[in-house]
């Protein structure tokens, strides 16, 4: 009984992350959703080129106390362009209909940004929508998002990565255009419980089985 309780117990970590990986992969409920703040991630790379980009840095960006207008500083991660355009990869753990992406940016009426998906990378063509300054950040007094919706039906996938483009035509290195975060919500028709056993073997498959064979 306890050496079984000792198996169990070692085995149970890598249950939970199979588990973990399972469940990312097959996004049952058709919503999806990942930030980056400039540190590693399996979903959105760093932004490149580097040669357009200033060196990641600790900022401090005022933080409203959600029950009061006082603003607190709190550190965070920024990086600015001062060359324009510059890149970053989405890589989807599946199919979706739809991505939102809102930039949250040091906003400057004298800067414009923009926000472009490729539609053909080998001949140089991508879709610029139209995008909307929001403010869903409470932690950022000084931030705001600029939002822009895209229908993956257009876009050139390729093993499930998105291209985006940030336009920033206004930085320079004098005056960079600051980003402190980019984040991502990725929205599709849920599965129906008919549909899960099968789309659950599927994954299961292209996941597990082939990458081990």
Known sequence: MILRSIKFLLAAPSIWLIGWLFWQNLVPAGHFEVAYNFKPSPFISALRPPERLTKTKFTEVGSRVASAAEV??????????????????????????????IVLHEYKPDQKLTISAFTDRKNWKFVTPEAQLVNPYRDYANGLGLRANFNTTSLDIIDRT???????PDASAQDPTTIYEIKISASKKPLSWREAPAKAWKTFKTKFLILNS
């Open 162 to 168: 998105i291209t985006f483009i940030l336009g920033a």
């Open 72 to 101: 607190r500083p709190q550190l965070y991660k920024e990086q600015g362009i001062i060359g324009d355009p510059v890149y970053f990869d989405l890589r989807l753990p599946s199919s979706f209909e739809n991505v939102e992406i």
